[in-house]
């Protein structure tokens, strides 16, 4: 994560990364956008406060409004001119969520992402088998590799019968 | 004038994804089974995203005289140039989840060989794309082979699309002067070795799936230079209507 603080401001860097994780993914409002490692550099300046993400899914809708999210909340908080840039140039992987983060998914009911395999390994291979975040039970089957956002794979508990979702590794 | 080159190779790149993200996303509410409309919806959206991305970098490498939206929804068929396959009708289920298989083991290979762009935002959207793809193709090749081994209706459905896809497939490989000026700009790496390679992943899976590769048959070409076929007008009459009806809009 790159930091750069040009000039000493009454609120610098920590302030605005606090803020930051009051930004929730409005498909899983528990994971906040600086637990879910998207925020790739925040630059204080005294006249602007430029924040930018790595988009995770290139199609994820989420993120329009996860940019006008960061400018309500910091522009709300009184920081000078707030802007998101949007680059791909840091590739957004699930292995830069945090613990936190992925213990917020587990108790919110999505199995967290497995680690991603190392080259030449494919994600969708460790994507097959997700503990359930219900009982814990790993005897558990993989149903779809695509849920209800582009984010999440579709799985099924045989020992608590319970069907429920993966934050998919990618 | 390498920033024009790959400004237009982004266009046409991202017009691929545009295109067969349009066709698959004709699958919502229609496909065989619940997970199935789910995940043919889930692969459009990651097609038309790869598309978008492509096509921000593209007007901001152009200066930002053009908007996504307006590649997207203001051009016609002669200004499209993404490949003839991706535009040819959906078909039935056997012949989108083919089509689908050939096109993202292609873009498979084409990513990979973008991930090492100098331009590092092209090089970004190239590593982000990889990872959403090797999805699509897992997917697609066990379809492929559920289709190819199951029924006799499925295997024969499945063996027709595979007919008639094989003719629009060399064109994804054709070489021509856009391309020779990237590799010799170094924005690209040479690209000889990729239609082999990728003849060689297909005709193994399709093989594995009881399906027969069609030996030499008649190439068609001509998307890269904007001449299309007929669907192509007919999608686009579709997918620009709103953008076209209410010019600006905004909502």
Known sequence: MVMQSTQK???????????????LDPEIPVLDIVAMGIVTSVEVEPDATVVTIAPTYSGCPAMRMIENDIIEVLTRKGFPHPQVKISFARVWSTDDMTEEGRAKLRDYG????????????????????????????????????????????????????????????? | MTDLALTNFLIRTGDDCLIVGHRLSEWCGHAPILEEDVALANIALDCIGTANA????????????RTPDELAFLRSVTEFRNALIVELPRGDFARTIVRQYLFAEYELLLFEALSSCPDPEVAGIAGRTINERKYHVRHCREWVARLGLGTEESRSRAQAAVDELWPYTAELFQKDK?????????VLPGLDGTSAEWTDVVSRSLSDASLVVPADVFQHVGGREGRHTEHLGHLLDEMQIVARSHPDGKW
Do not use: W
């Not at chain 1, 790993?138 to 934050?167: I, R, V, W």
């Not at chain 2, 856009?178 to 170094?186: K, M």
């Open chain 2, 178 to 186: 856009l391309l020779e000026e990237l590799v010799a700009s170094g």
């Open chain 2, 54 to 65: 492509l096509y921000t970098r593209a007007c901001d490498l152009g200066g930002g005289r």
């Open chain 1, 110 to 170: 999505i199995a967290p992402p497995a680690p991603r395999p190392g080259e030449p390994g494919d994600p969708a291979d460790v994507n097959r088998t997700a503990a359930c975040p219900y009982c814990g039970s790993s005897e558990t089957m993989l149903k779809s590799f695509f849920g209800s956002t582009a984010c999440k794979s579709l799985h099924y508990c045989n020992d608590c019968l319970q069907p429920f979702e993966a934050f998919k590794c990618i």
């Open chain 1, 9 to 23: 401001t009454v609120r610098g860097i920590p302030d605005v990364l606090t803020t930051l994780g009051e930004v």
